[in-house]
């Protein structure tokens, strides 16, 4: 469906409650509408604020320095494509684990089965989008979804 995405992501998260003691920031002004199946991109964000949270679970805080557990949602135009981002203040992926961290069934967490960042890949692979976890270790983590602006799709399929 045609979407404006500023709107949509405000929408998701108006509807996700982040634990107590974590501060949600939101920047949502990239102005680009596109054709995208709301319910799996809906779900996408959603295991990549869940994802988040669960890493900056009784460690954000000191991980990052900052005094508060930090989870960041922005979304803005980037050349002929738009990115939608989620950061966290927690303590980062390993590098070990960077590498495979969309590979099915991998995880480095006790629960869980490996599967939500393989999903997350698919999805936007199906949006002809990309996806990349971008981490320094001790310094937290951001996932960033570029999403080809609907020229650039309709470029492509020409």
């Not at 799996?40 to 949270?53: E, F």
Request: aromatic share 4%; with cysteine.
């Amino acid at each position: 469906e045609s979407t404006d995405l500023d709107a949509w992501l405000t929408a998701v998260l108006d509807e996700y409650e982040p634990p107590p003691g974590i501060i949600l920031r939101r920047q949502t002004a990239s102005g680009a509408t596109l054709e995208i199946d709301r319910d799996r991109l809906h779900r996408v964000v959603i295991n990549l604020l869940d994802n988040a949270c669960q890493a900056m679970a009784g460690e954000g805080k000191e991980a990052a320095g900052t005094g508060e557990c930090v989870l960041a949602a922005r979304i803005a135009p980037e050349g002929e494509a738009v990115e939608i981002s989620v950061s966290d203040s927690g303590p980062g992926i390993a590098p070990g684990d960077a590498a495979r961290i969309f590979e099915p069934y991998y995880s480095s967490k006790r629960a869980g089965v490996g599967l939500g960042l393989a999903i997350v890949k698919r999805i936007v692979d199906q949006h002809r989008g990309t996806v990349r976890i971008e981490s320094e270790e001790g310094r937290g983590a951001r996932a960033v979804i570029r999403l080809p602006l609907a020229s650039a799709q309709q470029s492509s399929e020409s």
